[in-house]
């Protein structure tokens, strides 16, 4: 059996009073494509910036590579104001800013694509390979590891062939077409070393040939990089087609998971989606 | 015992002023997120205002204080026009450092205009008198100024909470695409913010160059950023928040240059009390948590 | 153009320079205003190019430049003054509290090294706040440190708001040119190294900087320790410049006229500053001082002229620049042969305008 690469356990994120997760448990295995899917407003990015430290979720653990990279439970305020469950489960905090997160190897992309908008596309992937150097401000700035700043180069422009920009390196990232800044997006996380890739939503505003190109670097980029990927995505065909497994929450809640055969046969799913008949 | 009460009403004089110097920070920065630089040199400038009308043969006192006023605004208006509306789809850098560059001009127009030198400023006859209070003998601006400003700030909080441009105001500070959606005409909100902000710049010269008898024309650098650390010190966007932030300070600060060991550093601690308040409370007193959407 | 000759035109322009300065220096034109304005524009030049590598590279607004300047000037002078001066310097004080003097070189590093320490130590609590709150608070800090130089408790130290003097200067025009060109170079190497990407990164966007695995904080401290730094040795040459230096002179317009060269240089151009610095010199302390004299063309007295029209005048022209050209001298571009070249064979995009048109028919 494989080995567990990202285990998450009773996420709850809340808002003031509002419960943005709530009592969330999944896991990823190395190697697997994993989908998180839900209706819009469901929670999917919130679970997603709780798990790479963006925001502190309020209760539950996350452990990555059988690490711990979070763990908490309802402190101060929110001891009264807390609406989750299982807020007694947990008793350490453990918190890890996005930084230390993606240092440990989980590289992710952003829903409202956030690249670097005025550097140009190599830099953009370039600065996601900073904190692999082992040279220090010193020499750096004096070019005495010039050996490695060439060879992180090369790998760039190696990654950059791979997502078919190399001929766009020099360009200013926010003049790229919108599929093309989708695609920046990827190999900037992937310069990032990662062993799980959390992709937010990378087919959003393409059409369906530019989607199917994805569907196939999704895979490509598993197979080579020997990944495991977390996704968010809302074109059903890309999340049946490519998933191993499925994770289905609607009002923050878990209310679904399993192939992609199950999930698509599951009532509960089929409700949230398409709403429930009222009773007559 | 004469001494504290002196320093205290000293010190709630010079709060008032700088909590009416506040609210104008206060309002804009609640509306444009913009720290407005130049408030402290428009407040300097009413102070010119009035030395050059009073100075007007046969001009009355009352009259030149309403010049002085309608110039004021006039000349805050006329900032918001010139320098800040251009850029109002600018990032907020550039407006920041279009701030900063009225600021500059004013005061080296100011400069240029009066010679460098601090000038005298007219008495005023009825706030200039002196009075005694509690055995202790001061101007009668020193009870003045407070029971003024407070009049003035209900007026304002009562503004804001009931009429239609105060319910505008609230709107656009909480967001302002939203608000422009909703037909909200946010130029003139903006313009209505600056006039009411220079109003109150206007009366708080009026009292503050009564208190100190001179102007010169880089004066309102010094309570103009110290009016800016009150109104962050009660939150900035916060009326009432400003006001007590002014208040603490002016009180502080008296209490301060009474001790000849750290006379030097009231200004200092001024600064001192804004680091620490930035540290333990980001928002201030009465500020509202602003946070980014990932 | 090819790499060579790019190189070859830069090292005759450097030759060129140098050659000009050596001449000044050795000439009558050494007291000359042209030779003052050249210092001090490469004293300032320095500054803003420091001060660029924090509000332009890294986008952190901070208005605390003054201040980093003062603790260098002031670090500087205190430890240089010669022992045998002290006495005349502090006369209010017994000649003071420090009764030793250092070398040139290594006091005006030390300058630069004090100004980081305090840089490190007010960075602590405010690099965590957003960028106006920022402004504000290094601002601040700028207006208590020179509250605390001048305080009397610490006079004996730092002449209190006495004059420092006595120290020693320079003798050619030269040495603020090199060590401006020294700190500039290390500067430019920095930015176009790793460091620097992850600083302009930063610039952008945080959370996606922060994402990429930049430690926000640590990047936001280098960058502002290592500005201070270099803000630090602009001051002490400017110390060396006046020959005396009095903390009140480090108000917080010092720091708005520097950031008014970074910004009509252009935020983010280092080339920008440079430029920007001696032009906003020249202007200030030479081109526009007729503004300030009362002229007459034959019996017509040109109005408005007299002592302050220039500083009129000339914050009138920063507005322009600031209202209506935003992007200053260079943008965020830099000084390129390139683009020189392009500019001779197109000035001004005419040939390529057309050529677009051309295009749309």
């Not at chain 2, 605004?73 to 450092?97: D, H, N, Q, T």
């Not at chain 2, 006379?263 to 007193?285: H, R, Y």
């Amino acid at each position: 059996m494989a080995n567990t690469v990202l285990s998450i356990e009773n996420i709850t994120v809340q808002f003031g009073g509002v419960v943005a997760v709530n009592n969330l448990s999944m896991h990823v295995d190395e190697g697997e494509i994993v989908s998180l899917i839900g209706p819009n407003g469901a929670g999917k990015t919130t679970a997603f910036n709780a798990i790479t430290g963006v925001y502190q979720a309020t209760n539950g653990r996350v452990s990555f590579n059988d690490r711990v990279i979070l763990e908490s439970h309802p402190t101060g305020k929110m001891r009264k104001l807390y609406a989750g469950e299982n807020a007694d489960l947990y008793h350490k905090i453990i918190k890890n800013t996005p930084d230390k997160i993606a240092k440990l190897g989980m590289g992710r992309t952003f829903q409202n694509i956030r690249l670097f908008k005025e550097l140009s596309v190599l830099d953009n992937v370039l600065i996601a390979k900073h904190m692999r150097l082992k040279g220090n401000l010193f020499t750096d700035t004096f070019m005495i590891n010039y050996k490695e700043e060439k060879k992180i180069r090369q790998e760039c422009l190696e990654l950059l062939k791979i997502v078919d920009l190399y001929d766009l390196r020099d360009e200013v990232a926010s003049s790229l077409p919108y599929g093309k800044q989708r695609h920046l997006e990827i190999a900037r996380a992937l310069a990032t070393d990662p062993s799980l890739l959390l992709l937010d939503e990378p087919a959003a505003g393409m059409n369906p040939q530019e989607t199917e190109e994805l569907t196939a670097l999704i895979r490509k980029l598993r197979d080579d990089f020997k990944l495991t990927v977390l996704l968010i995505e809302h074109h059903m065909n890309l999340v049946m087609d490519i998933s191993d497994r499925i994770y289905v929450i609607d009002f923050g809640k878990l209310i679904s998971t399993g192939t992609p055969d199950m999930v698509q046969k599951d009532q509960r799913v089929i409700d949230a989606y398409l709403g429930v008949a009222e009773d007559e | 015992m004469t001494n504290y009460v002196q320093l205290l009403l000293s010190g709630i004089a010079v709060g008032s002023l700088y909590a009416l110097i506040a609210i104008g920070y206060t309002m804009v920065y609640g509306i444009l997120r913009l720290i407005n630089f130049a408030h402290g040199d428009m407040f300097m400038m009413a102070g010119f205002f009035l030395i050059y009308i009073a100075a007007v043969p046969h001009m009355p006192i009352w009259g030149a204080l309403l010049l002085t006023i309608l110039l004021t605004v006039v000349l805050g208006f006329m900032i918001e026009r010139c320098a800040y509306k251009p850029l109002r789809s600018a990032p907020r850098m550039s407006v920041m450092i279009s701030a900063i560059g009225v600021s500059y001009l004013l005061q080296n127009f100011a400069t240029y205009f009066t010679g460098g030198l601090a000038q005298a400023y007219p008495e005023i006859p009825l706030i200039s008198k002196k009075i005694e209070i509690f055995g202790v003998s001061t101007k009668l601006i020193t009870i003045i100024t407070p029971i003024l400003t407070i009049v003035l700030v209900l007026a304002l909080v009562t503004l804001i909470k009931f009429t239609k441009i105060g319910m505008a105001m609230r709107a656009v500070s909480k967001d302002f695409e939203t608000s422009q959606l909703m037909g909200i005409k946010i130029n003139s909100v903006i313009s209505m913010t600056f006039i009411i902000g220079s109003f109150l710049a206007a009366v708080g010269s009026i009292m503050y160059f009564s208190y100190y008898e001179q102007v010169s024309p880089t004066i309102g650098a010094m309570p103009g950023l110290k009016a800016f650390v009150a109104a962050v010190f009660g939150g900035i966007g916060s009326i009432p928040g400003a006001v007590i932030g002014a208040y603490i300070i002016g009180i502080c600060e008296n209490f301060i240059k009474s001790y000849p060991v750290i006379a030097d550093l009231s200004n200092a601690f001024t600064f001192v009390l804004l680091i620490v308040i930035l540290i333990f409370k980001p928002n201030g007193l009465f500020g509202e948590k602003l946070s980014e959407k990932v | 153009m090819k790499k060579n000759t790019k190189i070859l035109a830069s090292l005759i322009l450097a030759a060129v320079f140098l050659g000009l300065l050596i001449f000044i220096d050795n000439s009558s034109l050494k007291n000359s205003m042209l030779s003052t304005c050249l210092q001090k524009g490469a004293i300032y030049a320095l500054v803003a190019v420091s001060m660029n590598l924090l509000n332009g590279f890294t986008g952190l607004f901070s208005l605390g430049q003054a201040g980093f300047m003062l603790i260098g000037a002031y670090t500087y002078g205190i430890l240089t003054i010669p022992v045998t001066s002290r006495g005349s310097v502090y006369q209010y004080f017994d000649g003071g509290l420090v009764q030793f003097s250092i070398p040139v070189i290594p006091a005006i590093i030390l300058a630069g090294i004090m100004a980081a320490c305090f840089a490190a130590l007010i960075g602590l609590p405010v690099l965590k706040l957003k960028s106006d709150y920022l402004a504000i608070a290094t601002l601040g800090f700028a207006e208590i440190i020179r509250a605390l130089i001048q305080w009397k408790q610490i006079a004996p130290l730092t002449n209190g708001s006495n004059m420092l003097r006595a120290f020693p200067t320079y003798d050619t025009i030269l040495f603020p040119f090199i060590i401006s060109a020294i700190c500039i170079a290390i500067i430019v190497l920095l930015i176009r190294s790793s460091y620097g990407r992850a600083f302009k990164a930063i610039r952008e966007d945080e959370i996606a900087a922060e994402a990429m695995g930049v430690n926000l904080f640590k990047h936001k401290m280098m960058s502002f320790v290592i500005s201070s730094f270099f803000a630090g040795i602009g001051g002490a040459l400017l110390a060396m410049f006046q020959a005396s230096v009095q903390a009140k002179a480090f108000t917080s317009a010092m720091t708005y006229e520097i950031l008014l060269i970074v910004v009509i240089g252009g935020i983010g151009s280092i080339t920008g500053s440079i430029i920007a610095s001696f032009l906003f010199v020249g202007c200030m302390e030479w081109w526009l001082r007729f503004l300030d004299e009362v002229h007459y063309i034959g019996d017509f007295k040109v109005p408005f002229l007299r002592t302050g029209f220039r500083m009129v005048v000339f914050s009138i022209v920063i507005m322009i620049i600031v209202l209506f050209w935003r992007k200053g001298i260079m943008g965020n571009k830099e000084f390129s042969w390139d683009a020189i070249a392009k500019f001779f064979k197109d000035p001004f995009g005419l040939v390529s305008k057309k050529k677009k048109k051309g295009e749309v028919k």
